[in-house]
């Protein structure tokens, strides 16, 4: 094979997660039956699981210290590979003691420790990995070896607690032993994927925009300046954002949905599973209830609805710098000229029913629509600032003005 054909071959495997998958697959089977032969227990430190693991974490420390050389004069990727390379480091440092210092015990106080560092390890590579969003199955890949490794760890922790049978602890440290292999090898793809797998498409019909719109934040981290649901950057990071999302969930269950469930909404159990769906949709509780996604009718249109969340925390600005023409930040902040640009390109998006200039109207809607609640706002304005709500009796409803202390 030429090195250009052997070049091809090696970035269409490494580029590809289903022939990573298979990849790893034929590894996983080839140490299964090394072990199956050898007369070495799977949970000592000369096994052929342990072994494998451990030049596998060794490889993939290897990858990641030559992309941090590669990438070093660029912040985020530094900071990105730096994270991974340590956890790879963990890793490898934990498989090679217990080989040097024979202490592959497998007793709950190292079976603890152990777990203690793949954890530590395994959320440095996940976040190292947030970055490469971009790029196809990267995170999806890194998630799957986060959740094999749990599973794996559990069953070798009830190993460890096993002491009646021998029999039956050895059988579940040899499940640890094989899933920690699978998941530093989800590790190492991962990696390789960040480097190789190609970037999304991000074209998508109108009806999608929402849901496409949370996904561009998701991925190009937008959310750095974030103000929801919290403006403190040490709450906003993962993972206590969400542990910030299920408050905000629990606050809305217990003060909203009553209310919702007495207007003849769905109950109050329904809502907080649509509030959890919703919000690992990237839909928070706020803009459940504002949009009325509880009822049936609504439920689908979720995807369709870009939320203020997307909007205030990093996409308008972002979409503004991206489009440089004179007119890109008008486009955005006055609402005629922005509805008119949404209805063109068939983007779904509130309508105006009546605009009125110098004492001129323009009605865009019959009487019959008009004959409700309306809501009055400036054509350029800042939230809900300067807004009327009128209703069919032609009462004019002005909004509270803020108290704002007295200066001294």
């Not at 660029?74 to 590979?81: E, I, M």
Request: glycine share 8%.
């Amino acid at each position: 094979m030429t090195p250009t054909k052997a070049a091809a071959a090696s970035q269409a495997l490494l580029s590809s997660p289903k022939r990573l998958f298979l990849s790893g697959f034929v590894v996983i089977v080839a140490v299964w039956a090394i072990q199956s032969s050898s007369d070495i227990p799977a949970e000592k430190a000369f096994s052929p699981v342990e072994l494998s693991s451990n030049v596998v974490a060794s490889m993939g420390l290897v990858w990641a210290l030559l992309q941090l050389g590669t990438n070093r004069r660029v912040a985020d990727f530094r900071r990105a590979w730096a994270a991974m390379a340590t956890g790879m480091l963990l890793l490898t440092v934990e498989g090679y003691v217990g080989k040097v210092l024979m202490l592959r015990t497998h007793d709950p106080d190292e079976m603890g420790l152990s777990i203690a560092i793949w954890t530590i390890a395994a959320i440095l590579i996940l976040r190292g990995g947030r970055l490469f969003r971009p790029r196809r199955s990267v995170t999806t890949v890194l998630s799957i070896g986060l959740m094999i490794q749990l599973a794996a760890q559990y069953v070798g922790w009830l190993g460890a607690l096993e002491q009646s049978d021998a029999s039956a602890a050895e059988a579940l440290q040899y499940v640890n032993d094989m899933g920690e292999l699978t998941a530093v090898l989800a590790y190492v793809s991962g990696m390789l994927l960040a480097v190789f797998a190609p970037m999304k498409l991000y074209q998508f019909p109108p009806a999608s925009i929402g849901r496409k719109g949370r996904e561009i934040v998701r991925d190009f981290g937008l959310l750095d300046v974030n103000r929801y649901p919290t403006r403190n950057r040490w709450l906003r990071g993962w993972p206590m954002r969400w542990v910030v999302m299920a408050a905000i969930v629990v606050w809305y269950v217990a003060r909203v949905a009553p209310q919702v469930r007495r207007g003849g909404g769905p109950r109050v159990t329904m809502q907080a599973f649509d509030l959890l769906l919703n919000a690992l949709r990237g839909v928070n509780p706020h803009s459940y209830y504002l949009l009325e996604l509880f009822r049936r009718e609504n439920r689908v249109l979720a995807d369709a609805y870009v939320t203020r969340v997307e909007t205030k925390n990093g996409l308008t600005k972002r979409l503004q710098a991206h489009v440089r023409r004179p007119a890109a930040q008008s486009e955005l902040n006055d609402k005629l000229l922005f509805t008119q640009i949404c209805l063109k390109e068939q983007i779904p998006v509130a309508p105006i029913l009546a605009y009125v200039e110098g004492g001129q109207a323009a009605v865009y809607a019959s009487h019959a629509e008009l004959d409700r609640d309306l809501l009055v706002k400036a054509r350029k304005g800042r939230g809900g600032r300067g807004h009327a709500d009128v209703s069919p009796d032609r009462t004019v409803r002005l909004p509270r003005p803020r108290r704002r202390p007295a200066r001294a």
